[in-house]
């Protein structure tokens, strides 16, 4: 397949331009610091107490704005969606109820589709927390609670396509968001629950019994085995060791592919041999009921490649090793 090829690089106005923009929109972001006031308060407290939803409608650029803030709300435990403010002049206002809060995104506070679903919304008892950048605009003074989102200047050198003013829109949103989480008291677990196909869900909602082989697929022999015994168990199961288990079906030890190694380099022939005097006995165990990345976890600090899980009885209930917890996606 011959090669695509690849335009010369950008000049030096490219890059020094590009740096601009950045330092522009952090300076925009930094000056919101100084507003977060007795208003942002306000508003922290409405949506704490919001019965319904918290719905989020804008549109244009401050619309997707507006969809990220509803998402980033739902994922950190405040109920939320987004509504386009033209779609809602059309049908969808019937989504918008008394017993939710909307939260309106414009940054010149004039739109015209913003301005025609908020008053009915209003009249119907629906609270109304406004971000714009300008204090004395239309939307503003229909709000209950105003958050000031106003930027200096646009990062776009024509001053025109929203850059500064969507990034401060972004940043104040995702303050409401994790200032909600704070005050929920919205933890790693709750997060992981919004998040269950994540990284982070699996490894704070998998359990080790999630993961275990269990039944006759637990390498296992009773305690009177020989090691030859041990080793076909090693070879069916394919876990690379064996538990060993007492009258009582207890764990009384295990017996792994490296004891075999390291017996067969010291006595050579194994075949007479027992595997209660060389397995290794009181062996790192797990309760079944334990977080598999707590799994991972032991394994790791131990320098272990396998675990049997045991009940509190101590009777062996699974095992697994790391292929288990990888195919898992655990680790």
Same mark, same amino acid.
């Given at each position: 397949?011959?090669?695509?090829?690849?335009?010369?690089?950008?000049?030096?106005?490219?890059?020094?331009?590009?740096?601009?923009?950045?330092?522009?929109?952090?300076?925009?972001?930094? %000056?919101?610091?100084? @507003?977060?006031?007795?208003?942002?308060?306000? $508003?922290? #407290?409405?949506?704490?107490?919001?019965?319904?939803?918290?719905?989020?409608?804008?549109?244009?650029?401050?619309?997707?704005?507006?969809?990220?803030?509803?998402?980033?709300? &739902?994922?950190?435990?405040?109920?939320?969606?987004?509504?386009?403010?033209?779609?809602?002049?059309?049908?969808?206002?019937?989504?918008?109820?008394?017993?939710?809060?909307?939260?309106?995104?414009?940054?010149?506070?004039?739109?015209?589709?913003?301005?025609?679903?908020?008053?009915?919304?209003?009249?119907?008892?629906?609270?109304?927390?406004?971000?714009?950048?300008?204090?004395?605009?239309?939307? $503003?003074?229909?709000?209950? /609670?105003?958050?000031?989102?106003?930027? =200096?200047?646009?990062?776009?050198?024509?001053?025109? &396509?929203?850059?500064?003013?969507? !990034?401060?829109?972004?940043?104040?949103?995702?303050?409401?968001?994790?200032?909600?989480?704070?005050?929920?008291?919205?933890?790693?677990?709750?997060?992981?629950?919004?998040?269950?196909?994540?990284?982070?869900?699996?490894? *704070?909602?998998? @359990?080790?019994?999630?993961?275990?082989? !269990? #039944?006759?697929?637990?390498?296992?022999?009773?305690?009177?085995?020989? +090691?030859?015994?041990?080793?076909? =168990?090693?070879? @069916?199961?394919?876990?690379?060791?064996?538990?060993?288990?007492?009258?009582?079906?207890?764990?009384?030890?295990?017996?792994?592919? #490296?004891?075999?190694?390291?017996?067969?380099?010291?006595?050579?022939?194994?075949?007479?041999?027992?595997?209660?005097?060389?397995?290794?006995? &009181?062996?790192?165990? /797990?309760?079944?009921?334990?977080?598999?990345?707590?799994?991972?976890? *032991?394994?790791?600090?131990?320098?272990?490649?396998?675990?049997?899980?045991?009940?509190?009885?101590?009777?062996? +209930?699974?095992?697994?090793?790391?292929?288990?917890?990888?195919? %898992?996606?655990?680790?």
């Amino acid at each position: 397949m011959a090669a695509v090829p690849i335009p010369a690089a950008a000049g030096p106005k490219a890059l020094a331009l590009a740096r601009e923009v950045i330092d522009i929109e952090a300076q925009s972001v930094a %000056a919101l610091a100084s @507003r977060i006031d007795e208003a942002f308060a306000r $508003a922290v #407290g409405l949506l704490l107490a919001c019965r319904g939803r918290v719905v989020v409608t804008g549109v244009g650029k401050s619309g997707h704005i507006g969809r990220k803030l509803a998402s980033t709300l &739902a994922s950190t435990g405040t109920p939320s969606h987004f509504v386009h403010a033209a779609e809602a002049a059309h049908g969808d206002l019937g989504m918008i109820t008394r017993d939710d809060v909307l939260i309106a995104l414009s940054y010149s506070g004039e739109g015209d589709e913003l301005l025609t679903i908020v008053p009915p919304a209003k009249r119907a008892g629906t609270p109304l927390i406004a971000m714009t950048g300008n204090t004395a605009s239309s939307l $503003a003074r229909l709000a209950d /609670i105003h958050l000031d989102v106003r930027v =200096e200047k646009e990062a776009c050198p024509l001053n025109l &396509a929203p850059t500064s003013s969507s !990034t401060a829109m972004l940043a104040m949103g995702d303050a409401l968001a994790i200032a909600c989480l704070s005050e929920r008291g919205f933890g790693r677990e709750d997060f992981a629950r919004s998040h269950p196909g994540g990284a982070l869900g699996r490894q *704070l909602l998998t @359990r080790v019994r999630d993961v275990m082989r !269990t #039944g006759d697929a637990i390498p296992k022999v009773a305690i009177e085995a020989g +090691v030859m015994d041990a080793v076909h =168990e090693i070879t @069916r199961k394919q876990l690379g060791m064996t538990a060993v288990q007492d009258a009582n079906g207890a764990l009384a030890g295990i017996f792994t592919d #490296g004891d075999l190694r390291r017996l067969l380099e010291r006595v050579g022939d194994v075949r007479a041999l027992a595997v209660a005097d060389v397995m290794t006995r &009181a062996p790192l165990t /797990i309760d079944a009921d334990a977080l598999a990345a707590e799994a991972a976890q *032991l394994m790791d600090r131990e320098r272990k490649n396998q675990l049997l899980v045991v009940d509190d009885a101590g009777l062996l +209930v699974g095992a697994l090793n790391n292929l288990d917890l990888m195919n %898992a996606k655990v680790i």
